[in-house]
């Protein structure tokens, strides 16, 4: 499987700000099996899940390149 840099980048991210896959997962309203399939790269996340992950992360706009695209 193909590492991503950007998903690498933020899982980085949720370490720092010690946010865990479960907290996320909630947000989301996913399971954290899907979370867990999005953060590693085997399925997609939509816009509006990358909307709800920058805006709980606290991630600036600027940077949502670094961890999305």
């Known amino acids: 499987?193909?590492?991503?840099?950007e998903?690498?980048?933020?899982?980085?991210?949720?370490r720092e700000?010690?946010?865990?896959?479960e907290i996320l997962a909630k947000h989301l309203e996913m399971s954290i099996s899907a979370?867990?399939?999005?953060?590693?790269?085997?399925?997609?996340f939509d816009i509006l899940e990358v909307s709800k992950i920058v805006e709980f992360v606290g991630i600036?706009?600027?940077?949502?390149p670094k961890y999305f695209f």
Do not use: H, Q
């Open 35 to 44: 979370l867990c399939n999005k953060i590693n790269g085997k399925s997609l």
């Open 7 to 14: 998903l690498v980048e933020l899982k980085g991210i949720l």
């Open 60 to 64: 600036i706009r600027d940077e949502i």
């Open 17 to 21: 700000k010690k946010i865990s896959y």
């Open 1 to 5: 499987m193909k590492k991503y840099r």
